[in-house]
């Protein structure tokens, strides 16, 4: 019997992993990272979300309906070196970063991954909706959910060859409805607990409040400029902003205006009109491939992904020289945007994906 660690979240589609696997003839054992909680437990009450005391009690409480064995493991280390310094500096750098994908791929897998392997575990599982091939060329790719609007293939790009061949995700091959439902055969008692939607570690959804209590810094004003350099008012830090952005920016223009660019070494935020947030073209690096090793030199036509709402777009992708991927869109995208993932994908399988620069 193969023993899988799952972690669980304390929500219905972890839940529901555990039960599918242990239905499956796995040996399940459950697991919760503790990855961010403050020591304050009224703050960890309030939080909620992935991570808070409320998922440790409401998935301890999972695993004892189910008869599997429950630990809650220790990763502060780890998230705040790989998701929160990362998330506070691509913003002070002008980038607008995706925690998700790096708590994906160096906690919620390399990390949890290692210490499953060292307690005996062939497997590590996850409730994402997603699942994980092994295609006729020998290599693991993502496939994508058997729903569109719940697939999460899009966050779990960076996973690697080795991480994929020790992945087991059984919600993938269910909609949500169908995974509530097994839920609530079960009387799991999180059957209809609602799905945790705002970044774990910044409940508030204040960013540069979260910034700048992290890094003890008091961002600095800087001018909006059109593209030609015209000051047209002052910004308060570029922390505050990103490429797309129309709300929030308290310029009288008379008109819709947006964020085009950000450019953190003159400290300048660049205001366009609505045409110029399009693009028929990005360049991205930093890249990991999942269903192929590489274009190796050719062009292909795929289908990108420029953010986890993005539905996708045709593209031509090709490499340069740099270890960099160039997209060409077939039509215009809206705000690409410097930090984001753009993620390839032929037909219903990850090809690869890399950062956007």
Not at 140 to 154: E, G, M, P
Not at 172 to 180: C, L, Q, S
Not at 301 to 311: D, F
Request: with cysteine.
């Amino acid at each position: 019997m193969s023993k899988v660690v799952v972690g669980m979240s304390g929500g219905v589609d972890s839940s529901v992993a555990a039960w599918l696997l242990k239905q499956q003839g796995y040996e399940v054992i459950g697991v919760t990272m503790q990855i961010w909680q403050d020591e304050d437990s009224e703050l960890m009450e309030e939080n909620g979300g992935c991570c808070g005391l409320q998922a440790v009690e409401d998935a301890r409480r999972v695993a004892w309906q189910l008869g599997i064995p429950y630990y809650v493991m220790n990763f502060k280390k780890e998230f705040k070196a790989h998701v929160m310094d990362y998330f506070t500096e691509e913003y002070i750098q002008g980038r607008t970063p995706n925690p998700c994908i790096a708590c994906n791929r160096y906690v919620k897998w390399e990390a949890l991954l290692e210490r499953s392997l060292g307690i005996g575990a062939e497997y590590i599982a996850t409730g994402h909706y997603a699942m994980v091939k092994q295609l006729e060329n020998g290599r693991f790719a993502l496939k994508k959910s058997v729903t569109a609007n719940k697939d999460q293939t899009y966050a779990l790009y960076n996973l690697t060859q080795a991480q994929l061949a020790r992945t087991l995700m059984p919600a993938g091959a269910y909609t949500k409805e169908e995974i509530r439902q097994i839920a609530k055969e079960q009387e799991l008692f999180v059957a209809d607990k609602a799905d945790s939607q705002e970044i774990c570690f910044i409940p508030d959804h204040d960013y540069a409040g979260f910034i700048q209590r992290e890094r003890g810094l008091k961002p600095e004003p800087g001018n909006f400029v059109d593209s030609n350099g015209k000051v047209l008012g002052q910004h308060k830090g570029i922390i505050h902003y990103t490429v797309g952005q129309r709300k929030g920016l308290n310029l009288s223009m008379g008109r819709p205006v947006f964020v085009t660019e950000i450019r953190p070494h003159t400290n300048e935020v660049v205001i366009g009109e609505a045409n110029d947030v399009f693009t028929d073209r990005l360049i991205c690096d930093k890249l990991n491939w999942m269903a192929a090793d590489g274009l190796h030199g050719e062009e292909r036509q795929v289908t990108v992904k420029i953010r986890y709402s993005h539905k996708g777009a045709l593209a031509v992708i090709r490499e340069n020289k740099k270890n960099q991927v160039e997209c060409c869109f077939l039509e215009p995208v809206r705000a690409v945007t410097p930090g984001q993932a753009a993620v390839f994908y032929d037909g219903d399988y990850v090809l690869g994906g890399g950062t956007i620069c």
